[in-house]
């Protein structure tokens, strides 16, 4: 199978930027583009096959259900969501379920996601969990009164700096952060505080409250702007940013040439978070940009990567 570049699908929030599509020349024409999905099947933003005149991530995988590797195969739908996201202004304070209550209360899957900082302005900071154990009532009560920024954990945050947030972890972006997100394939969200914005209709944006503090970890949590460790290979360097049963990801900066191997237990998608290059796989080779991701099936084998750059990959490990 050959590997494939992707076509992602556009979000124009109101707290966007325009980077994605001026900086990186993400073909999109919205006014802001928030987040471009680079590697998504879910219904509320659809990826498609670069050149393929428009077959979705899905059909795809419909058709080629081989590409998946057999790691997938205990999943009931394929469990990742790869984004970038381009937060000119904060995001809402926001919190996501478990897998047992999402799918109770929302018919979908939680979410678990990983954030890889891909650059960020000076200062720029992060909201990660609360600074202190808070009851239910304050927590409530401080939504009411607006102080609810008091008690969360502020992180100012560096290029290349990760943040692994489980499902019940508070959390915001803040403004002036350009983010790759590796995240379950779920849109499952409960917005709790979002500063007293007006939506596109000119209304107070919905709140989750109750939702949120029935799923929320209101004491401190782990795993905040960690700096990943550097194992030097050949080539370059692998550093692991994160790993859970949902998805595996690496990071591999390219000197000049590097060779990796995608067998046949999971598919690897490689987003170009920095510089540019080529992938040069056993039946094709695809250039590639600063914020391209390209699919290469599992099975593939043996892949080389030239350049000068950092690449965010992302597989299913076995158990």
Known sequence: MKIEKLSPAFKDYLWGGTKLRDVYHKPCDLEKVAESWELSTHPAGQCSISGSGGVTLSEYFKAHPEVLGENVQKFDNFPVLIKLIDAKESLSIQVHPSDEYALEHEHEYGKTEMWYIVDCDPGASLYFGVNRAVTPEEFRKRIEDNTVEEVLNRVEVHPGDVSFIEAGTLHAIGAGILICEIQQNSNCTYRVYDYGRLGADGKPRELHIEKALAVSRLTPSEGAAAVPEEK??????????????Y????RFTVDDEIELTVDGGSFMSLTAVEGCGQVIGPENTVDFAPGDTLFIPAGTGAVTVKGRCALVAVGIEGE
Do not use: E, Y
Not at 232 to 245: D, W, Y
């Open 232 to 245: 030097p290979i050949s080539g370059g360097s692998v550093a692991r940013l994160g790993k859970c049963k």
């Open 247 to 250: 998805f595996t990801t690496d």
